[in-house]
C-alpha cells in the first residue's frame, strides 16, 4: 500500500489504516504535504525498537554561487550551532544524552541530516528538527570556528589523503561550465570572504519547509506521528519557491588529456571519464550495469584481466556516478610494479571497444541482475537507511517516493542491447577526459 | 521486544496545538523494554561452535567462520599471516579462481576470506551454493606458486603506495612504538619481510592458523536452525585441523617518564597525534563499565571534551576522539586528533589537560547521567541489526563471560558512580608515563613540541629512532 494524501489547514488528520507485516522488501509509506509544502514521508517498522527521523533539502553544491562555493557544506556544520531555543554546543549533546546518534551529509544535490533515537524519543527527534529548520542561530561564533573546522576537514580528507584530489581534476574537466565543476567541500577562500549576511541570506533561500522533506522510519504510530509533525513542523514559515539549477554540459568532442600531481601518493594512476546523463535517465542505469560488467568482483572484466591474468594493475575500477542533472562514468586503474599508465589505458579501452562491439553473454546478464537484486536487498537494512532513500526518491525521480520498490523492476526491464547501446552512446574515446595521475609535488 | 509511546503523553501535547513549548526539549515515552533473544548453539564434533540467529526481516543470510586464534608473532616474516590470508581468495584445488569467483558472482554472492577466517553473504536462494564455495576456499585452497608471486608482489607495491599516507603510517608506527617493533603487537611487514616470503611459509601458516580448533561458525538471518545445522554439518563437520592455544603475550611497559615520539611525515599537513598508554584490563574485569564511561566523557563523540575543547573551542581539528579497550593480552588507552601542523603543540596541550582532569576530578553528575543514556540508547539502537546478538554471543563464549553479561549490561552501566570513573581514570590513563606520538612534518613542529618540556624522540616512519635525534628535554 502507498497512501499518498494531503493534509489541509481546515482537514481532519487522516487515520491510516496501516497494513500488517510488509511483504518482503516491499517498503510500505504514508506520505503528504503539510501547509508550508514540508513533505513528509513516514515508515513504521516495529521490529526493533529505533525510529529515525531525517530531513533532507534539496541544496547541495550545485545550487552555490560560483564565488561562494563550499556553502551548503559549510551548513551542515552550521546547523549543528543551535536554535533560539537550544543552546551553543548543545544540539549534539542532546542527541546523545538523549541515547541517540546523529550527523549529516551533503552532496552535489542535497543535504541530509538525521538522529537515531530509541523509539521513545521521537519527539526529541522532531523537536531538534524543526528548531533547526524554523529558528536556527547563524552568528559569528559559530562561522567563525566552523570556519576552522571545515579547514581541518579538508586538510584530513583532501590535502592529506593519497589520490584525493582526482575527483576534483576530473570534475573540473567534465563538467566545465557547470556548478558540477566545484567539489561540496569548496573553497576556503570563499569561506573566509563570505559575509555573515551572505550566510543567512543562502539559509532563507534554501532551508526552507517548501524545499525539504521530513523523512521518518522505525517503531512509530502513524496517526500520532503525523499529529506530532504537524505541531512541530506546521508554525514553520514557507518560504519563496526554489529553482533549482539547470545544469547545461558542454559536450566533449575531442579527448581532453590532462595532468595532475599529488604530493601524498608513490604510485600513479591513469584516470578516464565520460560525461553521462543524470540519475533518472534510463541509461544511467545501463550505465551501472556497465561498470558492473567491468569491475563488480573478482570475476568482472577488467579485475579479472588487468589484476589475474596479466598482473598489471594493483587497483582497477569502473564507476557510474550518477547526479541529478548529470552524471560521469570513471574508471582508474593504480599500476602493479612497472607497467606504464599507457599500458593500462589502452587495456580497459579494449575492455570499452568490446562492449561496444558485442552483446554480453545472457549468462553476464544474469550476473548483473543477481547483483541488482543484492544490492537492492542490503541498501534498505537499517531505519535511518530507508529514510534515506525514501526522501532520495522523492527529491530526484519527479516526487515518486514509490521508485524505491520499483528501482529493482526498472533495472530489470533493461535488455543487452540498452547496455551496448549506451556504451556505443556515451563511451567514445572522443569523448573522454584522460588524467595523468603522477605523484610530485 | 515491545516498545511503545504512550497515548496520554502524546495526546496531552497534541491537543495544545501550536502552544507545544518549544523551549525545552521534549519528554521522552518510557524506555522502550529491551529483549535480546538467544541464539541457537550447538557443537560440531570436530569442536567447532555453531551459532544461528534467525532473523527473517530481509531475504539474505550470512555466514561468518572466526578461528580465535590471537596474535601471532610473525618476525623476519612479518605480512606472512596476512598473505596467508589474501592467499585463500586464489582458488581451490576443486576451482581455479577464475571458476571460483564466476560461480560467487554469478548469484552476486560476497565471499571473504582472511587470516582468521572467511564469511559468505547472499539472498536467500543462492545461499547454499554461497556456503558451500566458503567452505571449499577455506579447507581446500591450491596456493599456486603464481598466485603467490602475483600477490607477493602486489602487497609490496601496496606498502609502497601507503609510503606518504600519513594516516596508514601513524597507525602503524603508534603500535610499533607502543608495544616495541618486535612484538606481535608491533610489527608490520616491510618491502624486505615480503620479499624473503616463499611459498612454504604461506602453507605453515595455514596449517597452524585455518583449523576447525577454537572456530566459531554464525549463521545470520532468514535461515531456520535446522537448516544451519544441516549445512554445518554437511560442510564443516568432516574438517580436521591442528589444535591452537590461545597466545599469552608478555607486558610491555609503559616509558617511566612521558615522552614525546615524532615520526616525520614530511609532505604532512597535519599531524596525527596519538597520546596513549597500554592497560592490562582483561574481559569481565569490573572496572571496565566505569572505564567505558570515562572514556565516552574523554572522548566518546561529539559529545565529549575532547571534541568540544579540540574541535568546538579550538577549531584545531576535524575530530579528537579517545579509545579504550578490554582484551585477554595487553591493550591500549589513546587520545587522538589529527591537527593542522602549526597547532600540533597547542593541541598536545590540551588533550593532556583534559586527560588530567579526569584523573583529578570528579565528573558531574550531569555528564554521568547523560554517559549512561547514551549507552542505554545504543544498546537498543544495537537491536536494529540481527548480528548484534551473534557479536555478544560469541564475545561471551571466547572471553568465558558469565551467561548473562549482555542480559545485565545496562544494569552494570548504571550502577557506575562518579567515584568509580575518577578511580579508574587514574588507574588506565597514564599522564607522568606515557606516549606523546606524533606523525606530521618535523620541521614545522619539532621546534613547538620541544617546548612542551618532555623529551623528544624522533623516528622515521619504520618507527626506528633517528640517528643522532638526542633526546632534548627543556629546562
Not at chain 1, 154 to 175: L, T, W
Not at chain 1, 180 to 202: C, V
Not at chain 1, 395 to 422: K, Y
Not at chain 2, 203 to 226: A, H, K
Amino acid at each position: 500500500m502507498n497512501v499518498k494524501f494531503f493534509i489541509g489547514g481546515s482537514m481532519a488528520v487522516f487515520l491510516l489504516g496501516f497494513m500488517g507485516k510488509a511483504i518482503a522488501q516491499k517498503i510500505e509509506f504514508n506520505e503528504y504535504d503539510l501547509d508550508n509544502g514540508l513533505h513528509v514521508i513516514l515508515h513504521r517498522d516495529n521490529s526493533a525498537p529505533v525510529v529515525a527521523v531525517s530531513v533532507m533539502y534539496h541544496v547541495g553544491s550545485k545550487n552555490e554561487d560560483p564565488a561562494r562555493t563550499g556553502f551548503a557544506h559549510f551548513f551542515e556544520h552550521l546547523l549543528f550551532e543551535g536554535s533560539d531555543n537550544i543552546r551553543r554546543g548543545e544540539f549534539m549533546k542532546l542527541v546523545s544524552a538523549n541515547g541517540g546518534q546523529n550527523n549529516a551529509n551533503t552532496t552535489f544535490d542535497r543535504t541530509y541530516y538525521y538522529e537515531v533515537f530509541p523509539s521513545n524519543q521521537l519527539e526529541l527527534g522532531l523537536w531538534l528538527e524543526s528548531e533547526r529548520m524554523l529558528h536556527p542561530v547563524i552568528n559569528e561564533t559559530g562561522v567563525s570556528i566552523q570556519r576552522e573546522v571545515v579547514k581541518e576537514e579538508k586538510r584530513q580528507r583532501v590535502d592529506n589523503q593519497p589520490y584525493a584530489r582526482i575527483i576534483n581534476n576530473v570534475f573540473s574537466g567534465v563538467f566545465a561550465g557547470t556548478p558540477y565543476r566545484w567539489q561540496p567541500i569548496g573553497s576556503m577562500d570563499h569561506l573566509n570572504q563570505a559575509k555573515l549576511d551572505e550566510f543567512t541570506g543562502f539559509f532563507k533561500k534554501f532551508y526552507v519547509p517548501n524545499n525539504a522533506v521530513l523523512s521518518i522510519s522505525g517503531d512509530i504510530d502513524i496517526e500520532k506521528t503525523i499529529a506530532l509533525v504537524k505541531a512541530y513542523f506546521g508554525e514553520i514559515p514557507k518560504g519563496a519557491t526554489v529553482s533549482q539549477q539547470v545544469v547545461n554540459v558542454t559536450p566533449i568532442t575531442n579527448t581532453i588529456i590532462d595532468t595532475a600531481y599529488d604530493a601524498n601518493i608513490q604510485l600513479p594512476a591513469i584516470v578516464g571519464a565520460y560525461q553521462t546523463p543524470g540519475m533518472t535517465s534510463k541509461d544511467a542505469r545501463a550505465l551501472e550495469l556497465l561498470a558492473g560488467v567491468l569491475s563488480n568482483g573478482a570475476s568482472s572484466r577488467l579485475n579479472k584481466k588487468m589484476i589475474d591474468e596479466k598482473k598489471e594493475a594493483l587497483k582497477v575500477e569502473a564507476l557510474s556516478l550518477s547526479l541529478e542533472s548529470a552524471g560521469a562514468f570513471i574508471f582508474y586503474a593504480i599500476p602493479n610494479g612497472y607497467i606504464s599508465l599507457n599500458t593500462l589505458l589502452e587495456d580497459i579501452s579494449s575492455e570499452i571497444k568490446e562492449l561496444q562491439e558485442h552483446l554480453i553473454s545472457e549468462k553476464d546478464f544474469e550476473k548483473l541482475m543477481n547483483q541488482a537484486e543484492n544490492k537492492y536487498v542490503a541498501a534498505n537494512a537499517r531505519n535511518n537507511d530507508v529514510a534515506e532513500n525514501l526522501a532520495s526518491a522523492y527529491t530526484f525521480f519527479n516526487r515518486q517516493t514509490n521508485h524505491v520498490n520499483t528501482a529493482l523492476e526498472e533495472i530489470r526491464a533493461m535488455t543487452r542491447e540498452d547496455i551496448r547501446n549506451a556504451a556505443r552512446k556515451y563511451l567514445n574515446d572522443h569523448q573522454r577526459l584522460v588524467l595523468y595521475y603522477l605523484p610530485g609535488r | 521486544m515491545v516498545a511503545f509511546l504512550p497515548e496520554a503523553v502524546v495526546a496531552q501535547r497534541v491537543k495544545a496545538g501550536n502552544a507545544i513549548d518549544r523551549t525545552r526539549p521534549p519528554k521522552p515515552g518510557p524506555a522502550p523494554v529491551i529483549e535480546i533473544g538467544d541464539p541457537v548453539i550447538y557443537t560440531l564434533q570436530n569442536g567447532i561452535k555453531v551459532l544461528v540467529v534467525e532473523n527473517h526481516k530481509a531475504p539474505k543470510i550470512t555466514a561468518t567462520y572466526f578461528i580465535d586464534r590471537g596474535p601471532v608473532l610473525e618476525g623476519e616474516k612479518a605480512g606472512v599471516t596476512a598473505l596467508m590470508g589474501s592467499m585463500l581468495s586464489e582458488g581451490t584445488t576443486k576451482h581455479s579462481k577464475d571458476e571460483f569467483y564466476a560461480a560467487a558472482d554469478q548469484i552476486s554472492s560476497e565471499i571473504s576470506f582472511s587470516e582468521t577466517g572467511g564469511s559468505a553473504v547472499a539472498i536467500s536462494r543462492f545461499f547454499d551454493q554461497s556456503f558451500a564455495l566458503l567452505a571449499e576456499g577455506l579447507q581446500q585452497p591450491s596456493f599456486l606458486e603464481a598466485a603467490f608471486a602475483k600477490l607477493k608482489s602486489q602487497m609490496i607495491t601496496g606498502l609502497k603506495s601507503n609510503e606518504k599516507n600519513v594516516k596508514v603510517v601513524a597507525d602503524l608506527v603508534q603500535q610499533a612504538i607502543l608495544y616495541g617493533k618486535n612484538t606481535a603487537m608491533g610489527e608490520f611487514p616491510t618491502a624486505q619481510s615480503l620479499g624473503g616470503l616463499n611459498l612454504n611459509d604461506v602453507n605453515e601458516m595455514y596449517r597452524q592458523g585455518i583449523t576447525p580448533s577454537r572456530g566459531y561458525l554464525t549463521f545470520v538471518g532468514d535461515i531456520t536452525p535446522e537448516k544451519a545445522k544441516e549445512l554445518a554439518e554437511k560442510y564443516f563437520a568432516e574438517w580436521k585441523g591442528v589444535s591452537i592455544t590461545y597466545p599469552v603475550i608478555p607486558p610491555v611497559d609503559n616509558p617511566s617518564a612521558t615522552e614525546i615520539d615524532l615520526v616525520d611525515m614530511p609532505n604532512a599537513v597535519q599531524s596525527e597525534i596519538a597520546v596513549a598508554n597500554l592497560i592490562s584490563l582483561k574481559p569481565g574485569n569490573p572496572d571496565y563499565f566505569p572505564l567505558l564511561i570515562a572514556n565516552n566523557i574523554l572522548g566518546g563523540g561529539a559529545e565529549a571534551r575532547l571534541f568540544k575543547n579540540l574541535r568546538e573551542k579550538h577549531g584545531f581539528t576535524y575530530g579528537a576522539y579517545s579509545e579504550i579497550g578490554a582484551g585477554r593480552n595487553q591493550t591500549s588507552f589513546k587520545a587522538r586528533a589529527g591537527v593542522r601542523n602549526e597547532k600540533t603543540d597547542s593541541a598536545v596541550t590540551e588533550i593532556l589537560r583534559e586527560i588530567q582532569l579526569m584523573r583529578t576530578e570528579k565528573i558531574s553528575d550531569e555528564e554521568l547521567k547523560n554517559a549512561k543514556a547514551l549507552y542505554n540508547g545504543n544498546f537498543a539502537l544495537g537491536t536494529e541489526n540481527p548480528g548484534t546478538i551473534a557479536r555478544y554471543t560469541t564475545d561471551i563464549l571466547i572471553n568465558n563471560l558469565s551467561k548473562d553479561y549482555y542480559c545485565t549490561y545496562l544494569q552494570k552501566v548504571n550502577a557506575v558512580t562518579a567515584d568509580d570513573v575518577l578511580r579508574v581514570s587514574g588507574k588506565y590513563f597514564n599522564y607522568n608515563n606515557m606516549r606523546i606520538i606524533v606523525t606530521g612534518r618535523a620541521e614545522d613542529v619539532l621546534s613547538g613540541l620541544r617546548k612542551l618540556g618532555y623529551a623528544v624522540k624522533q623516528f622515521d616512519r619504520f618507527a626506528d629512532p633517528l640517528p643522532g635525534s638526542a633526546s632534548v628535554v627543556k629546562e
